[in-house]
């Protein structure tokens, strides 16, 4: 199986974990570690355990990492705790979570997260569960409005799902470029010039069926809490929802008292539990952007546990 992806922001990204050659290092989305492969490398009787939800990248990761001590597990990050326990770690040195969808996925137009590529409607991560054929022909006016709002921050939510409703009535709606051409039908022509104007609700799609946002609220207490002392938590986000989560999660592990100004004397004892590894995130480069420009929207966030 060929499975093509370019890793985004990898140097800076592998950087700022701060390797110790025999720490244990956890990534979270290993796709098809290319993160994981430069992880490896810089460890010395350290380990790695790598999680990923998809079997496609659960076989290639396997492959391109069984020279290192690594550990891939088919499974969504948000359930690293327990599988770290079943294999007795409590505590790891660096967690990196990359939220982005694979070149890999992208490209196989099987998968049906493009928009560019005629296929069945699916864009399930896992390749089970509900699809985006599910969704797109199950849902009801109401919430698919809502998941387009919400999740895609579409401000014409409510015409394109209302497009959406009259067309199933006469037939179901099959592949991606069937919806694609819907929501196009359904947007001023100012807007189509704008930049596909299906992308923003096939982004919704992807996060509902696949739960994204659910599952990184859920994982990121988690992930933090299996830091050692100087562990170092790094992800990448894509889409402002996602990072708008990471940011406020950050600031609230990085704040301390929170008793009212006019006290004189902290009573509520809170004490910072993190330092932001940089102050602002960072984003890929002029030349990254040249070589790869799926890199353009993202953002790495890292937090150290104090």
């Not at 009787?45 to 597990?73: C, H, M, W």
């Not at 109401?142 to 037939?171: P, T």
């Not at 051409?181 to 919704?204: D, L, M, T, W």
């Not at 599952?215 to 990072?243: C, M, P, Q, R, Y």
Request: charged share 30%.
């Amino acid at each position: 199986m060929e499975f093509k992806h370019k890793s985004v922001l990898l140097f800076e990204t592998v950087d700022s974990l701060n390797i110790k050659p025999d720490g244990i290092y956890v990534d979270g989305t290993i796709g098809g570690a290319g993160h994981s492969s430069e992880i490896a490398k810089r460890l010395k009787g350290g380990r790695l355990i790598g999680f990923d939800r998809d079997p496609d990248a659960v076989q290639i990761a396997s492959e391109r990492l069984k020279d290192y001590n690594a550990t891939v597990i088919h499974s969504n990050f948000d359930e690293m705790d327990s599988k770290l326990k079943e294999l007795g770690i409590t505590g790891v040195d660096g967690i990196l979570l990359d939220l982005g969808v694979s070149s890999h996925q992208l490209d196989t137009a099987s998968r049906g997260f493009s928009f560019h590529k005629d296929a069945p409607l699916d864009m399930r991560m896992s390749q089970e569960g509900i699809s985006a054929s599910d969704v797109v022909n199950g849902y009801s006016r109401e919430e698919l409005v809502r998941i387009f709002r919400d999740y895609g921050e579409e401000k014409f939510a409510f015409k394109i799902a209302v497009s959406i409703e009259n067309q199933r009535k006469i037939k179901p709606i099959e592949t991606t470029l069937e919806l694609a051409e819907i929501i196009a039908n359904s947007v001023p022509a100012a807007y189509r010039r704008a930049g596909h104007p299906a992308r923003k609700c096939f982004q919704a799609i992807r996060i509902e069926v696949n739960g994204e946002l659910d599952s990184l609220f859920s994982t990121l207490d988690k992930a933090f809490n299996l830091l050692n002392k100087d562990g170092v938590l790094s992800i990448i986000t894509f889409h402002s929802l996602e990072d708008r989560m990471v940011k406020m999660k950050f600031k609230e592990y990085c704040t301390g008292c929170t008793c009212p100004p006019d006290i004189p004397i902290c009573v509520c004892g809170k004490k910072p539990r993190g330092v932001l590894g940089q102050r602002k995130p960072i984003v890929a480069s002029e030349e990254e952007l040249k070589e790869n420009q799926r890199s353009r929207s993202a953002k790495l966030r890292t937090i150290i546990k104090l």
